[in-house]
Protein backbone atom coordinates (compact mmCIF):
# COMPACT_ATOMS: atom_id res chain seq x y z
CA UNK A 1 0.00 0.00 0.00
CA UNK A 2 1.73 3.18 -1.14
CA UNK A 3 1.89 5.27 2.08
CA UNK A 4 0.88 8.78 0.64
CA UNK A 5 -2.23 7.67 -1.43
CA UNK A 6 -3.15 5.81 2.20
CA UNK A 7 -2.07 8.89 4.21
CA UNK A 8 -4.68 10.80 1.79
CA UNK A 9 -7.13 8.29 1.87
CA UNK A 10 -10.86 9.47 3.44
CA UNK A 11 -11.24 5.47 4.71
CA UNK A 12 -10.07 5.62 8.55
CA UNK A 13 -9.46 1.63 7.98
CA UNK A 14 -7.25 2.38 5.17
CA UNK A 15 -5.25 4.97 6.78
CA UNK A 16 -4.78 2.87 10.03
CA UNK A 17 -3.83 -0.25 7.97
CA UNK A 18 -1.15 1.86 6.13
CA UNK A 19 0.93 2.19 10.05
CA UNK A 20 -0.39 -1.15 11.87
CA UNK A 21 -1.56 -3.58 9.20
CA UNK A 22 0.88 -6.09 8.73
CA UNK A 23 0.95 -8.89 11.65
CA UNK A 24 4.69 -7.86 12.86
CA UNK A 25 3.67 -4.26 13.88
CA UNK A 26 0.26 -5.80 15.33
CA UNK A 27 2.40 -8.39 17.62
CA UNK A 28 4.85 -6.04 18.51
CA UNK A 29 2.23 -3.53 20.25
CA UNK A 30 0.60 -6.46 21.86
CA UNK A 31 3.86 -7.19 23.51
CA UNK A 32 4.30 -3.58 24.00
CA UNK A 33 1.19 -3.34 25.95
CA UNK A 34 2.41 -6.70 27.78
CA UNK A 35 4.91 -4.44 29.11
CA UNK A 36 8.27 -6.06 26.98
CA UNK A 37 10.09 -2.72 25.59
CA UNK A 38 13.39 -3.35 24.62
CA UNK A 39 14.90 -5.08 21.26
CA UNK A 40 16.22 -7.88 22.44
CA UNK A 41 12.89 -8.97 24.39
CA UNK A 42 10.26 -8.08 20.91
CA UNK A 43 12.91 -10.20 18.83
CA UNK A 44 13.00 -12.96 21.62
CA UNK A 45 9.56 -13.17 21.87
CA UNK A 46 9.01 -13.00 18.25
CA UNK A 47 11.15 -14.84 16.50
CA UNK A 48 11.59 -11.74 13.91
CA UNK A 49 14.69 -11.18 12.48
CA UNK A 50 16.25 -8.27 13.55
CA UNK A 51 16.45 -5.75 10.23
CA UNK A 52 12.24 -6.40 10.15
CA UNK A 53 12.01 -5.64 13.53
CA UNK A 54 14.36 -3.21 13.38
CA UNK A 55 11.93 -1.74 10.08
CA UNK A 56 8.79 -2.33 12.14
CA UNK A 57 9.87 -0.26 15.72
CA UNK A 58 10.70 2.78 13.32
CA UNK A 59 7.42 2.33 11.07
CA UNK A 60 5.89 2.93 14.73
CA UNK A 61 7.69 5.11 15.91
CA UNK A 62 7.80 7.55 13.16
CA UNK A 63 3.80 7.11 12.95
CA UNK A 64 3.71 8.23 16.92
CA UNK A 65 2.55 4.57 18.31
CA UNK A 66 5.63 4.53 20.09
CA UNK A 67 8.62 6.17 21.27
CA UNK A 68 12.14 6.28 22.01
CA UNK A 69 14.24 6.83 25.38
CA UNK A 70 17.40 5.83 26.06
CA UNK A 71 17.88 3.50 29.13
CA UNK A 72 21.89 3.27 28.60
CA UNK A 73 24.40 5.68 27.65
CA UNK A 74 27.21 3.48 27.28
CA UNK A 75 26.40 1.33 25.27
CA UNK A 76 23.90 3.58 23.97
CA UNK A 77 20.61 1.46 24.45
CA UNK A 78 17.17 2.50 23.60
CA UNK A 79 13.54 1.09 24.66
CA UNK A 80 10.53 1.72 22.80
CA UNK A 81 6.95 2.95 25.47
CA UNK A 82 3.55 3.09 24.32
CA UNK A 83 2.27 6.68 23.51
CA UNK A 84 -1.44 7.83 24.06
CA UNK A 85 -1.62 6.73 20.52
CA UNK A 86 -0.31 3.26 20.86
CA UNK A 87 -2.32 2.66 24.77
CA UNK A 88 -5.26 3.68 22.44
CA UNK A 89 -4.90 0.34 20.18
CA UNK A 90 -5.47 -1.93 23.01
CA UNK A 91 -9.17 -2.17 22.46
CA UNK A 92 -8.35 -3.37 18.46
CA UNK A 93 -6.34 -5.76 19.75
CA UNK A 94 -8.87 -7.08 21.83
CA UNK A 95 -11.22 -7.12 19.36
CA UNK A 96 -8.66 -8.94 16.83
CA UNK A 97 -8.11 -11.68 19.53
CA UNK A 98 -12.52 -12.22 20.40
CA UNK A 99 -12.66 -12.08 16.86
CA UNK A 100 -9.97 -15.06 16.45
CA UNK A 101 -11.18 -16.71 19.78
CA UNK A 102 -14.62 -16.85 17.80
CA UNK A 103 -13.51 -17.59 14.51
CA UNK A 104 -9.92 -19.20 14.64
CA UNK A 105 -10.14 -20.70 18.09
CA UNK A 106 -9.62 -24.40 19.08
CA UNK A 107 -6.77 -26.14 21.38
CA UNK A 108 -5.11 -23.68 24.23
CA UNK A 109 -5.87 -19.97 23.49
CA UNK A 110 -4.13 -17.07 25.91
CA UNK A 111 -7.01 -15.51 27.96
CA UNK A 112 -6.77 -12.35 29.39
CA UNK A 113 -8.29 -11.08 32.86
CA UNK A 114 -8.46 -7.41 34.69
CA UNK A 115 -5.80 -6.91 36.75
CA UNK A 116 -8.15 -5.27 39.79
CA UNK A 117 -11.00 -7.39 39.08
CA UNK A 118 -9.66 -10.76 38.33
CA UNK A 119 -12.62 -11.11 35.88
CA UNK A 120 -11.90 -12.19 31.76
CA UNK A 121 -12.10 -9.73 29.59
CA UNK A 122 -14.72 -10.48 27.05
CA UNK A 123 -14.23 -7.51 24.22
CA UNK A 124 -17.31 -6.38 22.06
CA UNK A 125 -17.33 -3.03 19.93
CA UNK A 126 -20.16 -0.66 21.05
CA UNK A 127 -21.22 2.28 19.10
CA UNK A 128 -20.85 5.19 21.63
CA UNK A 129 -23.83 7.04 20.45
CA UNK A 130 -26.42 4.38 20.33
CA UNK A 131 -24.86 1.86 22.61
CA UNK A 132 -25.60 -0.63 20.21
CA UNK A 133 -22.90 -3.83 19.13
CA UNK A 134 -21.26 -2.74 15.94
CA UNK A 135 -22.66 -5.70 13.57
CA UNK A 136 -25.80 -5.91 14.86
CA UNK A 137 -27.22 -3.07 12.65
CA UNK A 138 -26.71 -1.99 8.77
CA UNK A 139 -24.20 0.33 8.21
CA UNK A 140 -23.76 3.14 5.78
CA UNK A 141 -20.42 5.34 4.62
CA UNK A 142 -20.30 8.70 3.94
CA UNK A 143 -17.39 9.94 2.15
CA UNK A 144 -16.38 13.52 1.89
CA UNK A 145 -15.78 14.82 -1.53
CA UNK A 146 -12.17 17.12 -2.40
CA UNK A 147 -13.83 20.24 -0.96
CA UNK A 148 -15.14 18.44 2.53
CA UNK A 149 -18.63 18.10 1.36
CA UNK A 150 -20.50 15.19 2.21
CA UNK A 151 -21.57 12.74 -0.94
Not at 16 to 25: I, K, Q, T, Y
Request: charged content about 30%; aromatic content about 8%; glycine content about 10%.
Amino acid sequence: MNGEKSRNDPCPISRSLAVAGDAWSVLILRDAHAGLTRFDQFRKRLGIAPSMLTRRLATLTDEGLLERRLYSEHPPREEYLLTAAGRDFLPVLFIIGAWGRKYRGGGKLTRFFDAESGTEIKAVAVDEVTGAKIGTRPIRTVTPDMGGNVK
